[in-house]
């Protein structure tokens, strides 16, 4: 039944597809960056920046990412993106310094190699510790906590803050959060858009406001569209915020460069 709109053939015949083309741009490094800016919600002043992945054709990201998870090619897309930021952020003549958080997949974190690999990365570009942040995402369960602990712990003593992405948007971020020592946390934004008009997503954006605030964790509220949301998001307890109300994803040489 599951298969039975295009059938299996097809369906692994669209996954090969997915994993050639992610090979592909991981071989040839096609990949453009975009940044995002994470505000404080009191001053409006930018905080730092995410980097997010931008196709040469400019397609959703996002079924190649989940195809390198399930083909165990997480760790080297990864590698590839935090190259490519470092390459920018240190590229002569630096007119802008900023601060900027890479996505990390829980296939990364947990393994030595990529961590290893990504100090490498952070030695060979002379990256300061809090100019880059890395926030780990949960689009894949990490297998072994206790191994990824340490890894995370190693790169909070590089100086790089840590931030859990996407808080109570499934259950492996709360426990990334019981876990891992990190410096903030990012609440998932169905929550922060639909705090105004419904009552449960309010009641679990204030719980987990205040599970943070009593594990001394800012926050940042995600998703945030309206002055309404960006008020109701601080008066909560949310000390940063990220949306389209605090501006838009544009490319990397654009805010490098201004």
Known sequence: MLFRSRGLPALLADAAGAVA?????IRERRINLALQPIRLLDSLKVHHYEAFCRLPDNSDPGPVIAAAEQAALAPEF?????EEAFVQLTRPPVKR????????SGRSVESVDFVASLEDLLHKYKVHGADILFE??????????????????????RGHPICIDDLGAGAASFQYLG???VDFAKIDGRYVRNAATDNRDKAFLVAMIGLCRNLGIPVIAESIETADQSKAAHALGATLGQGY??????????????
């Open 78 to 82: 990864d590698l590839m993106v935090a």
């Open 136 to 157: 780990i995402t949960e689009t894949a369960s990490i297998g072994s906590l206790g191994r990824a602990t340490e890894l995370v712990d190693r790169l909070r003593r």
């Open 97 to 104: 310094e900023v601060k900027v958080a890479i996505n990390l």
């Open 179 to 181: 876990a891992f020592t």
């Open 245 to 258: 109300l605090l501006g838009k994803p544009a490319p990397i040489r654009d805010i490098l460069d201004a």
């Open 21 to 25: 083309k992610l090979r592909e741009i």
